[in-house]
DNA sequence: AGGGCCGTCCCGCTCAGTGGAACGCATGTA
DNA sequence: TACATGCGTTCCACTGAGCGGGACGGCCCT
């Protein structure tokens, strides 16, 4: 293992719940000889990627610089924006953009407060089956991703999360169909969402961008044209600016 | 010179302008040997921080996922979000919201689409005597951080920037008398803006926000007192969410 | 054919990185 | 009070991981 592994595994011990770590418990959770965390956090810590805090370590400010130059998300977010809040404004819910990874969805962007409690937020990551954004993306993908979901699980996260195959395989079909796909409490209970494929300039599919709220004021009638209508505008503006 | 030292560089070679850089290039800007850049973006590709292309190497999109995670901007941003996007309905202006690191602005959020020219994105940075929000905190520093602008110098964007450290002090006292601060074209030529403090729970400022827009349909009567409200409303979210 | 730039690969040297062990200092426990 | 257990920190002898000069083959211009 090189010097590089083993940093990356301490910047890999930081999540959500846990934004200020110390020597031990950074030792325990990558695996590696205390004096070893001790010295390594200290380079960190000169390179900027960590920052020394009194009880513990955290992810320094210029991982949140980089992170905003990464290619994928910069340009799928500057196309997006606009658009988004022009969602926004229009429906008054929450509006996701979504990439998949492997065989789970990242939010890429997120408008609409957090005026329920979602949990959903940039940078996370759930399951791509069991999110409107995530089955709208693998419906639209080849053959092999959806193989890939289903052989690494279908985990259930609500009690109308599909969790069998050929379910899944049919959605898929039912989604196609329709150009959209709709999340009725499959991630969340009591939040719906109707979800719009995003193509590149190659036609191929690159995010999913989706309307979220309620159940109850969340209607399918409105929400699937609008979120349809934004996510064809994304594709045309990724079409003509290249990407 | 360590390996992870050695290993930001070429990190630190990527910026808005070069999103894919090659082997050689990434020598030329690190200053390192070719063979050592090149078993270096190997390694880093197989922790994922660095991607390959076709023609070259890109940042890889688990740095987006580290940098949502960084606490400063994470906890700001989480709070920011719905109160800067009231403020944006309500004004359908550019808003932006930064945090000052060292003597630079960095901008954490920013609403608002891309509808004129401006070139502020978030992650990026600007010197923050140009800057209406730079300025704003400024003036809420404590004095050793003006001291440090000052003397890293006034560079000039447009002809209205403040370019002397009189008129910069000078300034700073108008701004803490009326509570905001105004940049009448003194970053981008055509483009005013009105900004106010935000402060965290220890009273001590933390970030700037602002309304930006082109300097005719921008009226400080109105604007002033709506920046001013949201920069109050956040600072007392972030008092009682205890940051 | 020649020159220049590209990415890639090899391999012997060496010093940077390693981690076990010990330390001082707060806690909580007997 | 004495002990146990956690914390972060420091030291240092060993060694193999990282280093980089140099060579190679492919590509695109003269």
Redesign the pocket.
Not at 32 to 41: A, D, G, Y
């Given at each position: 293992?090189?010097?590089?592994?083993?940093a990356t595994a301490l910047l890999a011990a930081f999540d959500e719940r846990s934004p200020v770590i110390?020597?031990?418990?950074?030792?325990?959770r990558s695996g590696?000889?205390?004096?070893?965390?001790?010295?390594?956090?200290g380079?960190l810590c000169s390179v900027r990627l960590l920052e020394r805090t009194d009880?513990?370590y955290q992810l320094g400010p210029w991982l949140f610089e980089l992170g905003e130059l990464v290619p994928t998300h910069r340009t799928l977010s500057e196309a997006a924006q606009p658009i988004m809040e022009d969602l926004r404004e229009a429906t008054h819910q929450r509006i996701h953009l979504a990439v998949l990874d492997g065989v789970e969805v990242v939010y890429v962007n997120i408008l609409g407060g957090s005026s329920m409690g979602l949990s959903s937020r940039v940078g996370g990551r759930l399951p791509a089956h069991s999110t409107g954004v995530g089955k709208v993306m693998l419906a639209y993908s080849s053959r092999s991703v959806l193989q890939a979901r289903i052989e690494a699980g279908l985990p259930q996260l609500t009690p109308r999360t599909i969790t069998t195959a050929e379910n899944l395989v049919a959605e898929m079909r039912a989604i196609r169909s329709i150009g959209m796909a709709f999340d009725a409490e499959e991630s969340h209970a009591g939040v719906s969402c109707v979800a719009a494929p995003v193509f590149g300039a190659d036609r191929k599919i690159v995010a999913g961008l989706s309307i979220t709220g309620p159940t109850a004021s969340l209607d399918p009638r409105t929400m699937g044209p609008a979120v349809r209508t934004a996510a064809f505008v994304l594709s045309r503006t990724l079409r003509t600016d290249g990407i």
């Open positions: 293992m090189s010097v590089l592994a083993r110390g020597v031990g418990e950074l030792a325990r590696l000889p205390k004096s070893t965390v001790h010295r390594l956090c380079e009880d513990g």
